[in-house]
């Protein structure tokens, strides 16, 4: 079981918590003006980094709030963890 | 009491206890800290066990965990049958009941013996090659035959009568090994005032300092020195003994399986037998530990054949002399001691054969001054004896020297099992686990380990001894066993290599060497070894298999917990009680099927409350239905971007059905959202989707459309419903409803009204078809209501009924006609979507060229030709009853107002092939069905509305709160309700609304605030649980009216919590075997609040003080955590009270 440093809860065990899929993905502004190719790279194409890894997760059982983690899919270790409007940090 | 190998004096065992146990047909006697193999051997008991594969006679090869042979079934009564369990590590106690396994009839003599005479025919992948063909014959021939023939003890064949506890704990050092490495880093952690759990396998401290009594460290024999160190460690300091580490985990988590009453007589009531510690460790420090080597020479498993330190374990420790006539083989000077130690304890030491050249050193010297002869650069060609080693014949192939005992050693193997598993974490090893043998620098680097000064000890009483080599590997030889528990020999990885297998992981699968009970604790260095002489490499190039967990086995109970049963998963239940219906679950939810009168089938029943509904009036309890309030200026807008429809000409009062959509642009969940006010919508959603729309909502409003003012709140618990159905509905309902005319009541609207006293909102609406209600009411007074209702003649209906009520009005049952690949034109729903609102989630896929074919799966109905035919669902729709599939049945029921069977399916250009004719296939033949429209019922014209004089309701019954087990150390009550507002805020309104309530809202993170008798909690960044005395009616007037201009979301959410109290000492260990959290009043401060899991329930866990605790749980979750709390309680629970059952 992972430990997530929740942004707003800190360290906290990861049954509390949901996965939510690679960050960073901005939903296109004007959907209507994407075309179909690129509208299903928005719906269904993902990294799949062996390393580090940025990825959503919401801390569902606690203070509900979605955040992004820099995961390493190798190790599991947590580089750290940031709110959504924030930059990774490094 | 004879114990003819018991030494007259000595050991760490108590003579003064005698204790009497059996051994397969024999009672025999022990002593009070023995093991049962110490007992064995004390009793000249060495043949235990048979081998795996060629049931070769095995005896007792080691003193710990590693043993691989002397596997025994341990039996404690019915169900409580465990095989496989090591005699080294099972405490004798009065009564134990141990018999040995792998035998036909018995351990002397035994039939399956003779696959040893066939060893040459039972090479390496002997199963693959062999059991080929024909391929009929493996289920009912070759696999039962093998699974016979192979295998150790048998599985218990009843359910596992015990308890089983887990413990999530927390500590900055876990000291994993009790040896002398170990205690001294407890000694140098304790001293820094860390928290620290130091555990071992053993049921003693003390490690290998037990079995060396001449020894001394700063003055103390090492035994006392044992018990003294210990008794020094501070209160922070948790020892455990009869803890195996068995695994690590990510984020410095360490699995601990406990052994709590399986060496007990007789174990107190209500202890579990075993406990799994999930450990949360800032660092580990590793102090595992070696483990000795057997050498690798023909004959080498024969009963009386054993390691050399385990031999001075059961002289030292046990009291125990492990034979008459020993020799000792080895490539090690640790064996000398062995030696040394065993002739001076009166046994015979006939010989050492020594595999290294030039054995030099003071251990050597000691022996060959007591006259034992020293055979160098020597090893054993072979051994004789049927059931007991009785010679041995060196190499030279000359000398033959009689024994009854051969004591091996290779060498030490550090056991670095768990550290291979801690992917860099913070770990350290030290003592024999990070090769370090001397005693004295052991303990010094240890104390610095654990975070101290390094400490000096005054060691003396221990030769000095070199270094050992790798042992020269034996040649292949049939039985030279490598690896004894899978019977595997030299032979055997000679094989595999011949056959182009060269990696150690292949040779590993192939000849299964390594893979039984014991992990190749025994045998991994010398398979490698033998791997490398084979095809002539550096041992060392050669690598490592994989370390997995579990380091010993764990048995299934432990690692089950307290998932069993009831506390299995959580069933929730609805407030309104439903004893006289079939229950179901759905969806983690207890509905009620049918009402089925006396006598009366499920079938009838449905039909008679579908008849009910369509002609008279039914009830359903659809409480379970998932609601949320949505609440802010921007509502609408949000509501337009996550719903098809178009709800900013949604008026106050009125409500509309919805389609939920993912992005992909498929239907994910259905539902009502009905505007109460311009900025307050109340929105259903289906009952197992209600988490994920809450959820899909939030993900939105935080991430994607940041910035709209709108907040959510479940109120799933918070309104039981009532579904009222049926043409005599409004009728029946109108004498109840004081304050509104039922008449005016337009279709898909809503009103917050009374019925009779009780404040509800009624909806004009429902899932029927029917004219109806469904009225959204307190749960407490849910009860109430439903009885009254009853009381005037209404039909109870089922989910059964309701399915087909809704079924044969063509509406859709999210996951049934729904499974992530329907769109809403799919369903004959493309009219919900509105085109001219604006982008929403789901819509830019519509126009997908997939989503619009004209050949996708559309929803008809069927009507199989036969009447009397139901469909099976699921079952698949084809032209002509073979050939591609054109769809699937959906739902299928029988119709009572229909009078025969109808189906909803989904088929390929479905709604083009009406009046078509279309075969489903089946087992027993086609049956031929006819496409039809969906709508199988026409709705019915309204009845006029008839006013009638008002009645009363019933009067309400007060329900008992539960009553705990009592338990002293931790106490367990449900408190009185309260009122509960839920407040989400923007900071600026937050203060304000905190200004208007006079408690302030937290802007700490998981911090409460008191001020008289309310309370803030801290749940999220704009979240906050305000708790008030019941009955605090203008407090949520109070806050709405706050904010102003700035707006906020508060909902009274009174009923959907129910709070318990937990307190005393124990308190936050019991919560722990639940919840995951730390606990410690240094992590979890007096105050501190915050949503958590207990177990499998959300839940508000709020300390209010040192050892109290208040935790807010779900309504419907009570019955769930109170029976998780009270299972935590009972190993507390006052023993005058131990038979007092729980209320629930």
């Known amino acids: 079981m992972l430990l997530i440093p929740c942004p707003w809860c800190g360290p906290r065990p990861e049954n509390e918590f949901r996965y939510g899929g690679q960050a960073h993905l901005a939903r296109p502004e004007d959907p209507a003006a994407v075309d179909d190719a690129a509208w299903g790279d928005y719906l269904y194409t993902r990294d799949n980094p062996k390393g580090r890894h940025a990825e959503r997760w919401r801390h569902l059982h606690g203070c509900g709030r979605f955040f992004n983690c820099i995961r390493d899919t190798v190790t599991d270790r947590i580089a750290g963890t940031y709110k959504p409007a924030e930059a990774p940090p490094i | ?1144």
């Not at chain 2, 800032?282 to 054993?306: K, S």
């Not at chain 2, 654990?450 to 001894?465: I, N, W």
């Not at chain 2, 509905?729 to 509104?740: H, K, R, T």
């Not at chain 2, 705990?964 to 600026?988: D, I, M, N």
């Open chain 2, 1 to 1144: 009491m004879t114990q003819p190998f018991r030494t007259a004096s000595g050991g760490q065992i108590d003579r003064q206890r005698p204790i009497r146990f059996s051994f397969d047909d024999r009672t025999l006697d022990g002593f009070a800290g023995d093991t049962l193999a110490s007992a064995l051997l004390a009793n000249d008991v060495h043949l235990v066990g048979r081998s795996f594969k060629y049931h070769r006679p095995r005896g007792i090869l080691s003193a710990g965990s590693e043993e691989p042979n002397a596997l025994v079934t341990v039996d404690r009564g019915p169900g409580r049958v465990t095989p496989n369990l090591r005699a080294t590590q099972i405490e004798l106690h009065d009564g134990l009941t141990a018999t040995s396994q792998n035998r036909v009839p018995s351990l002397r003599f035994d039939l399956g013996a003779v696959a040893g005479l066939a060893a040459p025919v039972l090479p390496p992948g002997f199963v693959y090659k062999t059991f080929m063909r024909p391929v009929s014959f493996w289920k009912r021939l070759y696999e039962p035959a093998i699974r016979h023939a192979a295998g150790l003890g048998r599985a218990p064949g009843q359910g596992d009568p015990d308890r089983y506890a887990h413990q999530y704990a927390h500590c900055d050092v876990l000291i994993i090994g009790g040896g002398a490495a170990g205690i001294a880093a407890a000694l140098g952690a304790s001293a820094t005032g860390a928290r620290v759990i130091l555990c071992d396998e053993q049921a003693e401290f003390g490690g290998s300092l037990l079995s060396e009594p001449g020894v001394t460290i700063d003055g103390w024999a090492a035994p006392d020195w044992v018990r003294e160190a210990l008794a020094s460690l501070g209160e922070s300091v948790t020892l455990l003994p009869r803890t195996t580490a068995f695994g690590a985990y990510p984020g410095n988590l360490i699995g601990l399986a406990q052994r709590l009453t399986d060496h007990l007589a007789q174990p107190a009531p209500g202890m579990p037998r075993e406990r799994l510690w999930h450990v949360r460790a800032g660092r580990v420090i590793l102090a595992a530990g070696a483990i000795e080597r057997p050498l690798v020479f023909p004959g080498n498993d024969r009963p009386g054949m054993m390691l050399a330190a385990a031999a001075r374990t059961y002289l030292h420790r046990y009291g125990v002399k492990v034979g008459s006539r020993a020799v000792v083989v080895t490539a090690d000077d640790s064996a000398y001691r062995a030696a040394a130690d065993l002739h001076a304890a009166g046994v015979a030491v006939a010989a050492v054969v020594d595999l290294r050249p030039k054995p030099i050193g003071p251990a050597v010297e000691a022996v060959r001054a007591l006259g034992i002869p020293i055979h160098a650069e020597m090893t054993i060609g072979g051994t004789a004896g049927p059931r007991r080693v009785d010679s041995v014949r060196l190499a030279d192939g000359q000398t033959i020297i009689a024994c009854d005992t051969v004591l091996m050693s290779g060498g030490w193997t550090p056991s670095v099992h768990l550290l291979a598993q801690s992917r860099g974490e913070a770990w350290t090893s030290v003592g024999a686990c990070a090769g370090t043998i001397d005693l004295a620098t052991c303990l010094r680097d240890a104390t610095e380990a654990g975070g101290s000064q390094p400490g000096t000890f005054a060691v003396a009483g221990l030769p000095e001894l070199a270094p050992s080599a790798l042992p020269l590997p034996a040649l292949p030889h049939p039985k030279a066993f490598v690896d004894f528990q899978n019977d595997v020999t030299t032979r055997d990885i000679a094989t595999a290599t011949a056959e182009g297998f060269v990696s150690i992981e292949h040779i590993k699968r192939y000849t299964t060497i390594g893979m039984a009970t014991d992990q190749g604790k025994t045998s991994n260095i010398n398979t490698i070894v033998a791997l490398a002489a084979q095809i002539a490499q550096d041992p060392r190039a050669i690598g490592f298999t994989t370390f997995r967990p579990p380091y010993t086995p764990v048995t299934f109970g432990t690692v089950a917990g307290r998932c069993r049963g009831d506390l299995f998963a959580p069933i929730r239940t609805s407030p309104i009680a439903s004893a006289d219906a079939v229950p179901e679950e759905a969806a983690g939810w207890q509905r009620a099927r049918c009402y089925p009168r006396t006598g009366e089938t499920i079938a009838a029943a449905t039909a008679r409350e579908c008849l009910a509904v369509r002609n008279d009036a039914g009830m359903a309890d659809a409480s379970t239905l998932g609601k949320i309030e949505i609440i802010g200026p921007d509502a609408a807008v949000f509501l337009n971007r996550i719903y098809t429809g178009d709800f900013t000409t949604l008026e106050p009062g009125q409500c509309r059905y919805a389609l939920l959509l993912g992005e992909d642009g498929f239907v994910r969940d259905d539902g009502i959202v009905a505007r109460l006010a311009a900025d307050r919508f109340h929105v259903t959603t289906t009952t197992g989707n209600a988490a994920f729309v809450l959820h899909h909502m939030e993900d939105y409003l935080q991430t994607g459309f940041p910035g709209l003012r709108v907040w959510l709140t479940s109120v799933t618990e918070q309104w039981a419903v009532i579904a009222l159905q049926g043409p005599r509905s409004a009728e029946v309902l109108a004498p109840f409803i004081p304050d509104i005319e039922l008449g005016a009541m337009p279709r898909m609207s809503v009103r917050e009204c009374h019925l009779g006293d009780i404040p509800i909102r009624l909806f004009r609406c429902g899932f029927t078809g029917e004219t109806g209600f469904e009225i959204y009411l307190p749960p407490d007074s849910a009860q109430r209501a439903w009885d009254t209702l009853r009381q005037r003649d209404v039909t109870s209906y089922g989910t059964e009924a309701m399915h087909i009520l809704r079924a044969e009005m063509g509406f859709i049952h999210i996951g049934q006609e729904t499974d992530g690949t329907v769109t809403a034109d799919d369903l004959g729903l493309g009219w919900m979507i509105s085109r001219d609102k604006g982008d929403f989630i789901g819509n830019r896929s519509l126009s997908l060229p997939e989503l619009t074919r004209a050949d996708r799966l559309q929803l008809v109905g069927l009507l199989p030709n036969e009447p009397a035919m139901v469909l099976e669902e699921g079952a698949q729709v084809t032209e002509a009853g073979q050939g591609p599939s054109l769809g699937h049945v959906t739902s299928s029921y029988r119709s009572a107002t229909l009078g025969r069977g109808f189906a909803l399916a989904l088929v390929a250009g479905g709604r083009s092939r009406i009046g078509a004719r279309l075969r489903v296939p089946m087992p027993s033949g086609a049956i031929e069905v006819t496409v039809t429209d969906r709508v199988f019922v026409p709705r019915p014209a309204e009845r006029p509305f008839v006013p009638s004089p008002p009645l009363p309701l019933l009067p309400a019954v007060a329900r008992p709160a539960p009553v705990a087990r009592p338990a002293a150390s931790v106490r367990l009550a449900a408190l009185a309700p309260a009122t509960l507002l839920s407040v989400r805020a923007g900071p600026g309104a937050a203060t304000a609304i905190g200004m208007a309530i006079g408690v302030l809202l937290p802007t700490v993170p998981c911090r409460s605030v008191i001020a008289r008798e309310r309370a803030a909690l801290w749940l999220g960044p704009d979240e906050w649980l305000i708790q008030a005395p019941e009955g605090s009616t203008g407090l949520e007037a109070l806050a709405r009216r706050a904010p102003a201009d700035r707006p906020a979301s508060v909902v009274d959410v009174s009923q959907r919590f129910r709070a318990l109290e937990i307190a005393g000492p124990r308190a936050a260990w019991c919560l722990n075997g639940f919840c995951a959290l730390d606990l410690d009043p240094r992590a979890f401060p007096v105050g501190m609040c915050t949503r958590t899991l207990l177990g499998q329930a959300e839940v508000v866990l709020w300390r209010i003080g040192g050892e109290v605790f208040h935790i807010d749980v779900p309504r419907s979750l009570v019955p769930y955590v109170w029976a998780c709390l009270e299972e935590a309680r009972l190993e507390f629970a006052d023993e005058s009270a131990s038979e007092t059952p729980a209320a629930g």
